[in-house]
Protein backbone atom coordinates (compact mmCIF):
# COMPACT_ATOMS: atom_id res chain seq x y z
CA UNK A 1 0.00 0.00 0.00
CA UNK A 2 1.38 3.45 -1.07
CA UNK A 3 2.29 6.16 1.67
CA UNK A 4 2.01 9.68 0.74
CA UNK A 5 4.57 11.52 3.20
CA UNK A 6 5.42 15.14 3.44
CA UNK A 7 8.76 15.17 4.52
CA UNK A 8 10.14 18.71 5.03
CA UNK A 9 8.20 21.05 6.98
CA UNK A 10 8.19 23.71 10.20
CA UNK A 11 6.05 25.06 12.34
CA UNK A 12 6.21 28.08 14.49
CA UNK A 13 6.82 26.03 17.73
CA UNK A 14 10.44 25.86 16.82
CA UNK A 15 10.82 27.86 14.19
CA UNK A 16 10.82 31.42 13.79
CA UNK A 17 10.51 31.66 10.43
CA UNK A 18 7.12 29.69 10.10
CA UNK A 19 3.20 30.95 10.89
CA UNK A 20 1.88 27.66 11.18
CA UNK A 21 0.41 25.89 14.45
CA UNK A 22 1.47 22.90 15.03
CA UNK A 23 -2.09 21.90 16.70
CA UNK A 24 -3.63 22.83 12.98
CA UNK A 25 -0.92 20.75 11.29
CA UNK A 26 -2.33 16.98 11.14
CA UNK A 27 -5.56 18.24 10.19
CA UNK A 28 -3.87 19.96 7.26
CA UNK A 29 -2.12 17.41 5.94
CA UNK A 30 -4.97 14.95 6.23
CA UNK A 31 -7.08 17.23 4.42
CA UNK A 32 -4.10 17.83 1.61
CA UNK A 33 -4.32 13.81 1.16
CA UNK A 34 -1.60 12.52 3.17
CA UNK A 35 -0.52 9.37 5.12
CA UNK A 36 1.88 11.13 7.20
CA UNK A 37 4.40 13.99 7.96
CA UNK A 38 8.10 14.53 9.20
CA UNK A 39 8.34 17.59 10.74
CA UNK A 40 12.04 19.18 10.56
CA UNK A 41 12.69 22.39 12.15
CA UNK A 42 15.57 24.07 12.38
CA UNK A 43 18.38 23.36 14.35
CA UNK A 44 16.12 21.33 16.93
CA UNK A 45 14.13 17.93 16.83
CA UNK A 46 10.51 16.86 18.40
CA UNK A 47 10.71 14.61 20.50
CA UNK A 48 9.11 11.56 20.59
CA UNK A 49 6.73 12.53 23.61
CA UNK A 50 5.96 15.70 21.94
CA UNK A 51 4.97 14.21 18.72
CA UNK A 52 2.56 11.98 20.61
CA UNK A 53 0.73 14.61 22.69
CA UNK A 54 0.12 16.54 18.96
CA UNK A 55 -1.13 13.09 17.41
CA UNK A 56 -3.14 12.39 20.37
CA UNK A 57 -4.75 16.20 20.15
CA UNK A 58 -5.31 15.75 16.52
CA UNK A 59 -7.67 12.61 17.05
CA UNK A 60 -6.08 10.65 13.63
CA UNK A 61 -4.47 7.54 15.58
CA UNK A 62 -3.81 6.01 12.07
CA UNK A 63 -1.69 8.87 10.77
CA UNK A 64 2.19 8.64 10.67
CA UNK A 65 4.54 11.54 12.76
CA UNK A 66 7.41 11.87 12.45
CA UNK A 67 10.72 14.19 13.54
CA UNK A 68 14.07 15.36 11.48
CA UNK A 69 15.79 17.99 11.45
CA UNK A 70 17.46 20.97 9.23
CA UNK A 71 20.94 21.62 9.51
CA UNK A 72 22.58 25.11 8.12
CA UNK A 73 26.25 23.83 7.08
CA UNK A 74 28.83 26.88 6.74
CA UNK A 75 27.60 25.55 2.68
CA UNK A 76 23.81 24.98 2.23
CA UNK A 77 21.02 23.44 4.48
CA UNK A 78 20.82 19.73 5.23
CA UNK A 79 17.42 17.69 5.98
CA UNK A 80 18.85 14.81 8.27
CA UNK A 81 16.26 11.69 9.23
CA UNK A 82 17.01 9.29 11.38
CA UNK A 83 19.15 10.97 14.39
CA UNK A 84 17.69 10.91 17.83
CA UNK A 85 16.73 14.63 19.00
CA UNK A 86 19.86 14.35 21.76
CA UNK A 87 21.92 13.68 18.55
CA UNK A 88 20.66 16.32 16.35
CA UNK A 89 20.85 18.97 19.06
CA UNK A 90 24.56 18.21 19.55
CA UNK A 91 25.38 19.35 15.91
CA UNK A 92 26.51 22.71 16.51
CA UNK A 93 25.26 25.09 13.72
CA UNK A 94 27.47 26.15 10.88
CA UNK A 95 29.85 23.25 10.66
CA UNK A 96 31.13 21.65 7.51
CA UNK A 97 28.61 19.65 5.22
CA UNK A 98 30.91 17.07 4.27
CA UNK A 99 31.79 16.59 8.32
CA UNK A 100 27.75 16.52 9.13
CA UNK A 101 26.93 14.24 6.21
CA UNK A 102 29.73 11.61 7.62
CA UNK A 103 28.22 11.97 11.39
CA UNK A 104 24.66 11.72 9.96
CA UNK A 105 25.77 8.30 8.11
CA UNK A 106 27.90 6.63 10.78
CA UNK A 107 24.38 7.08 12.94
CA UNK A 108 22.49 5.22 9.93
CA UNK A 109 20.81 8.26 9.36
CA UNK A 110 20.17 10.10 5.59
CA UNK A 111 21.15 12.84 4.59
CA UNK A 112 19.30 15.14 1.83
CA UNK A 113 20.24 18.34 0.13
CA UNK A 114 17.68 21.37 0.66
CA UNK A 115 16.71 23.63 -1.58
CA UNK A 116 19.93 23.50 -3.11
CA UNK A 117 19.98 25.56 -5.74
CA UNK A 118 17.94 28.28 -4.12
CA UNK A 119 19.00 31.84 -4.48
CA UNK A 120 21.26 33.35 -1.60
CA UNK A 121 20.63 30.04 0.28
CA UNK A 122 22.40 26.89 -1.91
CA UNK A 123 25.19 25.35 -1.91
CA UNK A 124 28.45 25.99 -3.16
CA UNK A 125 30.59 24.59 -5.85
CA UNK A 126 31.23 21.14 -2.77
CA UNK A 127 27.80 19.84 -3.08
CA UNK A 128 29.01 17.96 -6.32
CA UNK A 129 31.15 15.77 -3.86
CA UNK A 130 29.04 15.75 -0.95
CA UNK A 131 27.99 12.08 -0.35
CA UNK A 132 24.18 13.09 0.22
CA UNK A 133 20.96 10.32 0.06
CA UNK A 134 19.33 12.67 -2.39
CA UNK A 135 18.89 16.40 -3.46
CA UNK A 136 15.76 18.49 -2.96
CA UNK A 137 15.02 19.01 -6.02
CA UNK A 138 10.94 20.23 -5.69
CA UNK A 139 9.74 22.88 -2.73
CA UNK A 140 7.67 25.44 -2.31
CA UNK A 141 10.27 27.63 -1.67
CA UNK A 142 11.93 27.01 -5.38
CA UNK A 143 11.75 28.63 -8.29
CA UNK A 144 10.48 27.07 -11.53
CA UNK A 145 14.33 27.74 -12.70
CA UNK A 146 16.00 26.58 -9.43
CA UNK A 147 13.66 23.29 -9.63
CA UNK A 148 15.34 22.21 -12.71
CA UNK A 149 18.73 23.41 -12.08
CA UNK A 150 18.58 20.97 -9.06
CA UNK A 151 16.94 18.16 -11.01
CA UNK A 152 19.79 18.50 -13.61
CA UNK A 153 22.43 18.56 -10.72
CA UNK A 154 20.85 15.49 -8.61
CA UNK A 155 21.32 13.70 -12.17
CA UNK A 156 24.83 15.06 -12.72
CA UNK A 157 25.96 13.37 -9.06
CA UNK A 158 23.79 10.49 -9.65
CA UNK A 159 21.44 10.90 -6.69
CA UNK A 160 17.87 10.34 -5.82
CA UNK A 161 15.72 13.73 -6.50
CA UNK A 162 12.80 14.30 -3.61
CA UNK A 163 10.22 16.37 -3.51
CA UNK A 164 8.45 18.34 -0.26
CA UNK A 165 6.39 21.02 0.72
CA UNK A 166 8.97 23.28 2.73
CA UNK A 167 5.85 24.37 4.18
CA UNK A 168 6.12 27.83 6.40
CA UNK A 169 2.29 28.75 5.87
CA UNK A 170 -0.62 26.24 6.39
CA UNK A 171 -1.90 25.63 3.25
CA UNK A 172 1.10 24.64 1.84
CA UNK A 173 1.50 21.22 3.46
CA UNK A 174 1.57 18.53 1.23
CA UNK A 175 1.87 21.01 -2.16
CA UNK A 176 4.65 18.26 -2.81
CA UNK A 177 5.74 15.08 -1.25
CA UNK A 178 6.63 11.54 -1.93
CA UNK A 179 4.59 8.38 -2.80
CA UNK A 180 6.58 5.26 -0.87
CA UNK A 181 6.00 1.71 -1.73
CA UNK A 182 7.41 0.60 0.86
CA UNK A 183 6.37 0.23 4.49
CA UNK A 184 6.98 2.76 6.60
CA UNK A 185 5.71 2.12 10.25
CA UNK A 186 8.76 3.47 12.73
CA UNK A 187 11.20 6.51 12.39
CA UNK A 188 13.91 4.30 11.25
CA UNK A 189 12.18 2.82 8.61
CA UNK A 190 11.65 6.89 6.70
CA UNK A 191 16.02 7.00 6.39
CA UNK A 192 16.02 3.49 4.95
CA UNK A 193 12.97 4.11 2.40
CA UNK A 194 15.06 7.25 1.09
CA UNK A 195 18.25 5.37 0.89
CA UNK A 196 16.56 2.63 -1.05
CA UNK A 197 14.88 5.23 -3.66
CA UNK A 198 11.67 3.43 -2.97
CA UNK A 199 9.69 6.57 -3.16
CA UNK A 200 8.07 8.83 -6.64
CA UNK A 201 7.38 12.79 -6.75
CA UNK A 202 3.89 13.66 -6.29
CA UNK A 203 2.23 17.12 -6.96
CA UNK A 204 -0.84 17.88 -5.15
CA UNK A 205 -2.18 19.77 -8.16
CA UNK A 206 -0.70 17.74 -11.11
CA UNK A 207 -0.86 14.44 -8.55
CA UNK A 208 2.45 13.09 -9.70
CA UNK A 209 5.85 14.81 -11.80
Keep these: MALNLDIHVHTKQHSVCSAIDAARLIAQAVKAGLDGLVITEHHYQWGQDELEALLAESGESGFL ?68 DALEVISGNMKEHEQRLAAGLAAQMNVRAIAASDAHVLSDVGRYFLEFNAPIVSAADLPRALKRGRFRIMDRRAKTR
Aim: proline content about 7%; overall charge negative; glycine content about 10%.
Design 65 to 132: LFSGVEYTTCAGDLLIYGLTPEQAHRLQPGLDPEAVVRHAHEQGAACVAAHPTRAGMGFDERLLSLPV
